[in-house]
């Protein structure tokens, strides 16, 4: 079945770093690829997509590159913020099936920015 | 407008009891889903509705948790003789069609806890 796998967590870091978030994932035919992130006291919220291969998804400073040939995409962000504290999912869409649509998600990365 | 809103946002019982969960998802929004947060988990999907289609049950736990859409809007989770690992944060999400690049919006969820 479809899977997720995030890189562990928690990740610390001080503002103005580089930020990379690894996820990889597993599925079956090209499914849609997803970034939500939940701030503190929040719901989960969408931060960038990607539907298709080589598509880069980006908001807020934050991309994401789908690539078919490693089966990746991970989060990056060249200068964070105290306000991207934050937990980071990965997920991707099926696309096959009666299960059309339904997101699998990886299991979250803590990230903390300190100034 | 409206996001998608849960009730309750706490719930506390004891073990044994039966719960109802809640979900009122965005007006016109066709799929809808239940997934479930525990502590360092990541996110468990739990069922999918779609439309007037059957609802993809792959990832209730066990046969004590059932899931209701009633006319194509409001949701209940409901789960049966409660045990402490159904311990978690249970949310909810919806999506306005069944496009695998659409995006899912959560409601703030329930937090279960089974004493």
């Known amino acids: 079945g479809n899977s997720v796998t995030q890189m562990e967590g928690p990740v610390t870091l001080s503002e103005e770093a580089f930020l990379t978030i690894n996820c990889t994932y597993t599925?079956?035919?090209?499914?849609?690829l997803f970034w939500y992130v939940q701030y503190p006291g929040e719901g989960l919220q969408l931060l960038l997509k990607a539907t298709k291969a080589d598509d880069k998804g980006s908001n807020k400073g934050f991309e994401a590159t789908y690539r078919k040939e490693t089966t990746s995409f991970h989060l990056e962000k060249g200068s964070v913020q105290v306000s991207d504290s934050a937990v980071y999912f990965c997920?991707?869409?099926?696309?096959?099936?009666?299960?059309?649509?339904?997101?699998?998600f990886g299991q979250g990365t803590i990230l903390t920015v300190h100034p | 407008g409206a996001g998608v809103s849960q009730s309750p946002s706490n719930k506390v019982t004891e073990k044994g009891k039966d719960v109802e969960l809640r979900c009122d998802p965005i007006s016109g929004h066709t799929a809808l889903y239940w997934y479930r947060q525990s502590l360092g988990q990541g996110l468990e999907f739990l069922i999918y509705f779609q439309g007037n289609s059957a609802p993809d049950k792959s990832g209730l736990p066990s046969d004590r948790f059932s899931a209701e859409r009633t006319g194509g809007s409001v949701s209940t989770l409901t789960i049966q003789r409660t045990q402490q690992e159904d311990s978690a944060v249970y949310l909810c999400?919806?999506?306005?069609?069944?496009?695998?690049?659409?995006?899912?919006?959560f409601g703030n969820g329930t937090r279960l806890t089974v004493t």
């Open positions: 997920a991707l869409s099926d696309l096959r099936g009666t299960s059309y649509g339904k997101l699998t």
């Open positions: 999400a919806s999506s306005p069609d069944r496009a695998g690049g659409a995006p899912l919006h």
């Open positions: 599925a079956t035919g090209y499914p849609s």
